[in-house]
């Protein structure tokens, strides 16, 4: 029953910025941590951020360029991506879970291509 429908993926510049939606339904949105996870073509999905509460996380290889927020009311969590470039480029996921375990609910994916 748990929904999670990504939007805002697209084709953008080298340091150019996007950002991606997932809005969520299902769930009690608020008890949940969600994250974002990308996955390039031949390569392993990887974790990009994650909020839970107001604790934010972020892989290494966006920290700085990259923000993780959420709007409770209108059940949707964001990705801000500023500064792209075209290794992050992928298929982006947005993940859900509660708070006490993991993010076991995915969406379908949003394209992000970034073009040099």
């Known amino acids: 029953q748990v929904q999670l429908v990504e939007s805002g993926g697209g084709l953008v510049q080298a340091g150019g910025s996007l950002r991606l939606s997932c809005a969520a339904s299902?769930?009690?949105?608020?008890?949940?941590?969600m994250g974002w996870f990308r996955q390039a073509p031949g390569k392993e999905r990887e974790f990009v951020a994650r909020i839970s509460g107001i604790t934010t996380s972020y892989a290494d290889s966006v920290k700085g360029r990259f923000t993780i927020y959420r709007d409770n009311a209108k059940n949707t969590v964001y990705l801000q991506m500023n500064s792209l470039k075209p290794e992050d480029t992928g298929v982006y996921y947005c993940a859900g879970g509660r708070l006490t375990g993991a993010l076991d609910s995915w969406g379908q994916g949003t394209q992000v291509t970034v073009s040099s």
């Open positions: 299902g769930l009690t949105f608020s008890v949940y941590k």
